[in-house]
């Protein structure tokens, strides 16, 4: 017998227990800390520039384009592609969470190549450029003059030459920006009067610029080959390009033979302009790990700051990641002492309370040895899981001490004798218990997508610790009980003794209740199909959802003006929100952007959003401060003032899953029809979404009521005066817009070089006729007589889902009602208001929760098989293993019950959750079925065998489950930063085993006793 070996020899036991916690001991030393494993589906973002385009021409140019080239690539779940008013295309494709990012990065740039032949030559100059990047923010921080010495120039300006390249080079970043101008440049503000007095156009400047800043190879003196041999080869330079803005401004746009020169100062002024610095990680970065190395180099930049500049974070999201963890190592070190507190009420003395607690360190320190071989990290799954872990790893040794203590009690062995018997009747269920617990995990170890990936971690978690478990059950726990017990223990207290006079009068009513239950077996089966009935109902009444909502101490104000509102207004609107939400007492810091969308971050002057930071949890206990508290009153007061439309949007709960928390729907259209037409529907669908008493903050995106001008050159007329078409767009380009011609080496780098006309000649369309064109015979004609204006209407900022223009709505449900209900809610009203050719699609979040809702049941269905079919193969019977199986509702009724009663909701951790219940209902059953098997094969009448074994499993039953379920306890009631997901997983797994603990005990043993029956007459009918 394996376990006799190490009863002989127990050192050797110790040895291997030693071994387990040195090697978990040195994994926990490497092993990374992170909020969640990688769970986020990656992102690559193809980006690029159209200078002067809007967002219809940008869409229809160049992001219609790069859609019909990148569609199809391999493993992408979506794309969805923003254009803006500044020119700037951003396109985001979502890949599956296994993708091969480094062959799904190469694989999009090359369809990016084949592209590129049909976009325009503005956009080829500027590249497109693919990076493999989240739109996760890591950080976002503000330099600031605590004593005014220095303007945002100065600060922009060191941030960029001193701030931002150190920060790129930290694993894991993937973007460093300064907010605002997103990189310095030459700006060329022209003056359309100076060049018409000096007879000069805008092309004559962009000329003189490419022709005097540019770098031009010029060769070598001496360069082979040569008819002589000379003694040395001279490399000769150029000027190159320039290196100052006050060498810029010695341009010459136009000399004389007189000596005279007009130079580009004279016709234009210069500026080096830029300004909050956000911080982006790449896709799969440990956010913590590149959180700690950010922190490092921001203290090593500090000490070289000037005097009076200052750093701070406005937006830290790791804070809460931090904050979560701790919490589930509290939680976790309140279940050790409530595990061992049952284990000593139900055990009695020291000596025995020591042998099973020895088993938790063991087993939980060595699963992170476990962790180090599966590449898995240290995360809020795994620490669950860690959490649960507790309850289980000590049943093993509980089952073991139990029964060396009765065989002792009831039999004149010696300890060594009796523990050697103990083993030989209970190595068998120990096994099959370990069996069943990793049967049940690993099949969901093997699903696909989000879901799949979290419950892998919390599965293997499982799997390892209750593997480990059953070894030190096995080994270090017989050889510690030859060791430390006695025949004769000392006297317990008086609670104790009170516990076991009760536990014993429980135990002899026990075998009457389970004798009564067999007696109306109909009756209970009755009830047993009430109770499955009640089960299917219940579980199409709880709310789904993906993952419950959390506090994460912070929330956004996002703020949309009128259509076309100046990005004044909007700044003055920020000012405003910063002022009321600093009034309330738990709002600790404000930081905010002007004249950046919220979803998409694409710049336009009529949007702006703020970041809200709030109080630690630990000083926030109370309901009106929490985070839907907080922001809704917040809000209540900011919507008092009529210049802007305020929401309160909380964060994504997954870091980087979605724009923000709450769902993501996209109204697609397929009818080809327009904007506007698009823009009503969704309207119809937020206003009736609003008016729902489920749903809050629900909005559009989309504005097609953008007041613009649609500009007609009059083709015609510009041939007749000998001038090229092309040249009117970029004069156009070049003074309303903005020309990028070159690059400028300033600081040791390379910016770019970019002409616009100044501020006062781009305020009406009347400042065209401020704008001259050189004809072919010399004269010149203003550029208002060479093209028309008509005032339109169009949107701003453009989507598209999946190569559909499409209309995206943002919101979130309230307080009490689940994200499942809000999707469903918002299925309904799409389905009522949309016609046919249009259709609607998920993003972020809700697609995932959306593929949950058609997979979650598989998990369920092949842990169940499985475990079946083990059984199958340990009693080498295919009708004994139903006794057992059919325990498993018993646990699902009370996880219902318990998740519904406290308006919980159906989501992953309460499918985690119900996956631990089967196998801990098969482990309760495995013990009653065990030994009323070894009773019949002593010769036990099938009743008699059938309560003697329920009778003599009892208190191990009930002691295992009592330690679980105290375990389980604090991650239910625990309290801080993400408490509602431990409240579910928690709430699951007690309500279970308490339903499971107090009725399923009396069925299993029923289910035997009639299975037992049809498998008699079955074989007597075979026989005859």
Not at 642 to 669: H, M
Not at 845 to 862: D, R, V, Y
Not at 978 to 992: D, F, L, P, Q
Request: proline share 4%; glycine share 6%; hydrophobic share 45%.
């Amino acid at each position: 017998m394996f376990s006799k070996f190490f009863i002989n020899r127990p050192n050797f036991a110790i040895v291997v227990s030693l071994i387990i916690i040195i090697a978990g001991i040195m994994a926990i030393r490497t092993l990374p800390v992170q909020e969640y494993p990688d769970v986020v589906p990656p992102q690559i973002i193809v980006s690029t520039t159209y200078p002067g385009a809007d967002a219809k021409t940008l869409e229809n140019t160049v992001a219609s384009v790069l859609e019909e080239k990148i569609n199809g690539v391999e493993n992408m779940l979506y794309m969805m592609s923003t254009t803006s008013p500044s020119g700037l295309l951003t396109m985001n494709l979502y890949f599956e969470v296994d993708t091969d990012m480094a062959q799904a990065k190469l694989d999009v740039n090359n369809r990016v190549r084949l592209a590129e032949s049909k976009l325009p030559d503005a956009v080829k100059r500027q590249g497109v450029e693919v990076a493999e990047r989240s739109n996760d923010t890591l950080r976002v921080l503000v330099l600031y003059s605590d004593d005014n010495r220095y303007d945002t120039v100065f600060m922009s300006n060191y941030a960029i030459n001193n701030i931002l390249e150190e920060f790129k080079r930290i694993p894991g970043v993937s973007e460093a920006v300064v907010i605002g101008n997103q990189e310095y440049s030459i700006r060329v503000w022209i003056d359309p009067h100076k060049l018409s007095f000096y007879n000069l156009t805008t092309s004559d400047v962009i000329s003189a610029i490419k022709a005097q800043n540019e770098q031009y190879p010029v060769g070598q003196i001496g360069q082979e080959p040569l008819e002589k041999n000379l003694a040395f080869t001279y490399t000769v330079t150029s000027t190159g390009r320039l290196n100052s803005p006050e060498e810029f401004e010695q341009i010459l746009v136009k000399s004389n033979p007189d000596g005279s020169a007009l130079r580009l100062k004279d016709v234009a002024s210069l500026e080096l302009g830029s300004e909050m610095i956000r911080i982006t990680l790449t896709s799969k970065a440990n956010a913590l790990e590149v959180s700690d190395l950010l922190d490092q180099k921001i203290e090593e930049i500090k000490k070289g700051f000037p005097e009076g500049l200052k750093v701070d974070a406005t937006y830290d999201p790791t804070q809460f990641v931090r904050a979560s963890i701790k919490e589930v190592i509290e939680t976790l070190l309140e279940a050790v002492v409530l595990v061992v507190f049952v284990v000593y009420l139900f055990l009695g003395n020291i000596r025995a309370t020591i042998i099973p607690v020895l088993a938790i360190p063991v087993s939980i320190i060595g699963t992170f040895a476990g962790f180090y071989a599966t590449g898995f990290s240290i995360n809020l799954l795994t620490l669950f899981g860690l959490t649960l872990a507790i309850g289980l790893v000590v049943d093993d040794a509980i089952i073991v001490i139990e029964n060396v203590e009765r065989i002792l009690r009831k039999e004149a062995l010696s300890v060594k004798e009796a523990t050697i018997k103990a083993m030989q009747e209970i190595t068998a269920p120990v096994l099959a218990i370990v069996l069943v617990l990793s049967a049940v995990f690993i099949p969901s170890a093997f699903m696909g997508g989000l879901s799949g990936t979290m419950s892998r971690q919390f599965a293997i978690t499982i799997v390892i610790s209750v593997a480990i478990s059953g070894l030190v059950a096995l080994t270090l726990t017989p050889a510690l009980c030859s060791l430390l017990l006695k025949h004769e223990e000392e006297e317990p207290i008086w609670i104790i003794r009170k516990f076991n006079a009760m536990f014993d009068y429980i135990t002899h009513h026990f075998g009457q209740i389970v004798q009564t239950t067999i007696r109306f077996s109909l009756f209970n089966l009755l009830l047993f199909g009430i109770m499955l009935f009640a089960i299917t109902k219940l579980m199409h009444t709880i709310p789904s959802g993906l993952i419950p909502k959390e506090d994460k101490g912070t929330f956004f104000v996002v703020s949309n003006l009128p259509a076309a509102a100046s990005l004044s207004r909007t700044h003055e609107v920020n000012i405003e929100v910063g002022n009321v939400a600093l009034q309330h007492p738990s709002v600790i810091k404000v930081g905010g952007f002007s004249g950046s969308d919220f979803s998409s971050k694409a710049y336009t002057t009529d949007a702006g959003y703020s970041y809200i930071k709030l109080a630690h949890w630990d000083e926030r206990k109370e309901a009106n401060q929490s985070i839907e508290a907080i922001s809704k009153e917040v809000i209540q007061k900011i919507s008092k003032t009529k210049e802007a439309r305020v929401a309160a949007v909380t964060p994504s709960t997954i870091s980087g899953l979605g724009v923000a928390g709450g769902f993501e729907l996209y109204i697609q259209d397929r009818a080809n029809g327009n904007y506007q037409q698009l823009e009503t529907y969704a309207k119809e669908i937020v206003q009736k979404a609003n008016e729902r008493k489920e749903l809050r903050s629900v909005r559009s995106t989309l504005s097609s009521s953008t007041p613009q001008y649609q500009i007609t050159v009059n083709n015609q007329k510009v041939k007749a005066y000998g001038i090229e078409i092309a040249d009117v767009y970029t004069t156009i380009q070049a003074t309303f817009g903005s020309v990028y011609v070159n690059d400028i080496n300033l600081f040791g780098r390379n910016y770019r070089v970019n002409v616009q006309a100044k501020g006062d000649f781009r305020e009406d369309n009347k400042n065209y006729n401020d704008v001259f064109m050189r004809t072919s015979d010399g004269n010149f004609v203003s550029l208002g007589d060479l093209v028309s204006f008509k005032r339109v209407i169009n949107p701003s900022i453009t989507k598209r889902f999946n190569m559909f223009p499409s209309a995206q709505i943002l919101g979130e449900t309230n307080v009490g009602y689940s994200s499942g209900e809000g999707l469903k809610i918002m299925e309904e009203i799409a389905a009522e208001v949309l016609p046919n050719g249009y259709s609607i699609a998920w993003g972020g979040a809700s697609l995932q929760e959306k593929k949950l809702l058609e997979t979650g049941n598989l998990s369920f269905i092949f842990a169940i098989i499985f475990i079946f079919l083990i059984l199958v193969a340990l009693y080498e019977s295919w009708m004994i293993p139903w006794a057992i199986v059919l325990a498993v509702p018993f646990s699902f009724l009370g996880a219902e019950l318990s998740v519904w009663l406290r308006g919980l909701q159906n989501d992953i951790y309460f499918q985690i959750g119900l996956i631990t219940l089967v196998g801990l209902s098969a482990k309760n059953a495995i013990l009653m079925v065990e030994f009323a098997l070894q009773k019949l094969e002593e010769g036990y009448t099938l009743i008699d065998a059938t309560i003697e074994g329920a009778k003599i499993r009892f208190r191990p039953i009930i002691m295992t489950s009592f330690a679980f379920i105290a375990g389980t306890l604090p991650l239910a009631l625990s309290s801080g930063a993400g408490a509602n997901s431990r409240h579910v997983i928690g709430t699951t797994v007690v309500g279970g085993m308490i339903t499971l603990t107090l009725i399923g005990v009396f069925f299993t043993p029923l289910f035997f006793y009639l299975i037992m029956k049809i498998k008699e007459k079955i074989s007597l009918a075979f026989k005859s």
